[in-house]
T-cell receptor, first 109, second 115 residues
Framework: RKEVEQDPGPFNVPEGATVAFNCTYSNSASQSFFWYRQDCRKEPKLLMSVYSSGNEDGRFTAQLNRASQYISLLIRDSKLSDSATYLC??????????FGTGTSLTVIP | DTAVSQTPKYLVTQMGNDKSIKCEQNLGHDTMYWYKQDSKKFLKIMFS???????INETVPNRFSPKSPDKAHLNLHINSLELGDSAVYFCASSALGPNSNQPQHFGDGTRLSIL
């Protein structure tokens, strides 16, 4: 079983739509959780950390469910510039980072 | 100031050659990493290294070797390049510490093409 699993998509949504991605992880001892964004032919960049109580950054909301071992990312009022691949990242004790395969999002005018 | 920098950005070379990719971070991080991203876009960890421990992904061929002259540098040396080595290679770094909740920071990537 993979450490981190994501639906690869693609998700094609109209501008202004709300879209949500989920990611599941297998190691119950996982400690830290992140969402990264990767644009075509660019490096992954940190979008936001995911905290136990959930957190929001503008149009982006991240949540963690330790009991069910998943994290989610909600994007409200989608912009064209949100088109990218979104990577779920989980760390385990020992500082090992595990990346999901990424979910592709295209926001359509 | 670039936090994680890797050179070269593009590398085109012939099969069988030996090449190195350099990576430097000025974030004072304890741990550095090398990833390979192939045409299917999956980011695959190759190595993680701090000044105490090298962790190698067992699927990485021994033609690949990391070399760290100091805490701020982790270079990737590749011997006898093969066509399947064509990919984008990313260097990354992170702070170390239990429950540190510190993310990784990535370099721009090196696009390696084998002819």
């Amino acid at each position: 079983r993979k450490e981190v699993e994501q639906d690869p998509g693609p998700f094609n949504v109209p501008e202004g739509a709300t879209v949500a991605f989920n990611c599941t992880y297998s190691n119950s001892a996982s400690q830290s959780f992140f969402w990264y964004r990767q644009d075509c032919r660019k490096e992954p960049k940190l979008l936001m950390s995911v905290y136990s109580s959930g957190n929001e950054d503008g149009r982006f909301t991240a949540q963690l469910n330790r009991a069910s071992q998943y994290i989610s990312l909600l994007i409200r009022d989608s912009k064209l510039s949100d088109s990218a691949t979104y990577l779920c990242v989980v760390t385990t004790p020992g500082n090992q980072f595990y990346f999901g395969t990424g979910t592709s999002l295209t926001v359509i005018p | 100031d670039t936090a994680v920098s890797q050179t070269p950005k593009y590398l085109v070379t012939q099969m069988g050659n030996d090449k190195s990719i350099k990576c430097e971070q000025n974030l004072g991080h304890d741990t550095m990493y090398w990833y390979k991203q192939d045409s299917k876009k999956f980011l695959k960890i190759m190595f993680s290294y701090n000044n105490k421990e090298l962790i190698i992904n067992e699927t990485v061929p021994n033609r690949f070797s990391p070399k760290s002259p100091d805490k701020a540098h982790l270079n990737l040396h590749i011997n006898s390049l093969e066509l399947g080595d064509s990919a984008v290679y990313f260097c990354a770094s992170s702070a170390l510490g239990p429950n540190s909740n510190q993310p990784q920071h990535f370099g721009d990537g090196t696009r390696l093409s084998i002819l």
